[in-house]
């Protein structure tokens, strides 16, 4: 009986240096765990995909640039994010 298969999980940053790179799967779970939200609560809450998620939760997918900036926002400022989400639509 071999040790399990682990998958290759990227930094988000290829040119961090080692000590500062951080993995995708290690960013969306620390902006999620900041909120003390479930995996299913947060996709809701904050309108992302659930499944999205939890693929890039089990280092599967990679999240592009724009979800990236977006959780930033999310860990930076929750309240100002669920603000703007609770604000009705205006046409642009």
């Given at each position: 009986?071999?040790?399990?298969l682990?998958?290759?999980?990227?930094?988000?940053?290829?040119?961090?240096?080692?000590?500062?790179?951080?993995?995708?799967?290690?960013?969306?779970?620390?902006?999620?765990?900041?909120?003390?939200?479930?995996?299913?609560?947060?996709?809701?809450?904050?309108?992302?995909?659930?499944?999205?998620?939890?693929?890039?939760?089990?280092?599967?997918?990679?999240?592009?640039?724009?979800?990236?900036?977006?959780?930033?926002?999310?860990?930076?400022?929750?309240?100002?994010?669920?603000?703007?989400?609770?604000?009705?639509?205006?046409?642009?």
């Open positions: 009986m071999g040790l399990p682990v998958q290759f999980d990227p930094p988000i940053d290829p040119a961090a240096a080692p000590d500062g790179a951080l993995c995708a799967r290690a960013m969306v779970q620390r902006v999620r765990w900041g909120t003390g939200l479930t995996q299913e609560a947060f996709a809701r809450t904050f309108r992302l995909d659930a499944e999205s998620l939890c693929e890039i939760e089990a280092g599967r997918a990679l999240p592009d640039a724009a979800l990236l900036a977006y959780l930033q926002v999310i860990e930076w400022r929750p309240e100002a994010v669920l603000d703007a989400l609770d604000r009705p639509s205006t046409p642009i």
